[in-house]
């Protein structure tokens, strides 16, 4: 933990508590379970202060419920005092295998209704506990983030109703776009990227993998995802490559131009395993054709590594890549819903991020800098010198 020592010296803003909504429960209980055991290791003095009232507990999670009435409609409720602590909301507005009963009829939870209930637990809340801080891993409507023609600002709107509801500090993962935070220029938005996960998850499932501009090459699928892709080969010291999208501008279907192929720059591939990183797998089509035409450029091993895997398609299509050859790991984080299904397939791996997460809000209770917990330079640098190390 880099920021140990900060946190040995300063003073929490405010008692810790966490309210995990029913979408965001197993990745809240893993947060939780980390954070009891920094503060069980703590090396403070004293804590008998009443500064550190509640500092060290068994469990800094909230009972908190959004029930539903017959008519579809819903309420929140905190079920303990929350006055006067730091409060911490975590939400997945992804997690689509929630349902709930609305006239007979049952209906999956969709977005915006989980986004309703994090109003609603934020509103339950409001005037009572010290701060408000809200944990978004996926952005709520972070796809509609800019205006190309007659069309909402859905993200924006989104992050200003927040703002104006009392929240301080909102924290999300890979934003789309993180140029939507312009829309609340005077509130708190942290935008983390799990760089240094997907590395330690890569590696742990593919131990014999040379990390070298010899052997492995990095490659964004698309023009939006290029800054992911130049991070990682200036840290990984490796040449990268990207494809960009020719698109019928001409057509709209499902609601956007369809891609008529993907065009590739970059250098040769020719027996160098590959990492594709982009922010989200929706259907994976656009994944799935640039891991394909990896393989026929002659690449050895394509990785595939996003920080969503929202499968909106299911994994029909992946099964059939894999068998075909076409991929050889998928790697994405739990911070959103991952069906139980894609745990058993033997191409998937997933990156852990609840210390992560335990971290910064411990680092954000404590009101310390998030410098070292935004650059994970170094720790994939000490990473891969464990893994050379390991395989020399």
Known sequence: M???RLMEEALPIAPLKIAALESCSELGKNVNKYIVGFRQDTLKESLTSPLYSS????????DCKCPRFGTGESKGIIKESIRGKDLFIMVDVCNYSLSYAMNGHTNHMSPDDHYQDLKRIISASTGKAHRINVIMPFLYESRQHKRT???????????????????????TFDAHDPRVQNSIPLHGFDNFSPSYQFMKALLRAEPELAVDKDHLMIVSPDEGAMHRAVYFSNVLGIDMGMFYKRRDYSTIVGGKNPIVAHEFLGPDLHGKNVIIVDDMISSGGSMLDVAKQMKERGASKVFVCTTFGLFTDGFGEFDQYYANGYIDRVITTNLTYLPPEAKEKPYFAIADMSKFIALIIDSCNHDITMSHVLDPTDKIHKLLEKHRTGRS
């Not at 500092?55 to 909230?62: A, H, K, M």
């Not at 023609?149 to 924290?171: F, P, Y």
């Open 149 to 171: 023609n007659r069309e909402s600002l859905d993200c924006a709107l989104a992050l200003q109703e927040l703002a104006d509801m009392g929240v301080t500090n909102i924290i």
């Open 55 to 62: 500092y060290q507990l068994d469990n800094y999670l909230i």
């Open 2 to 4: 880099p920021n140990i």
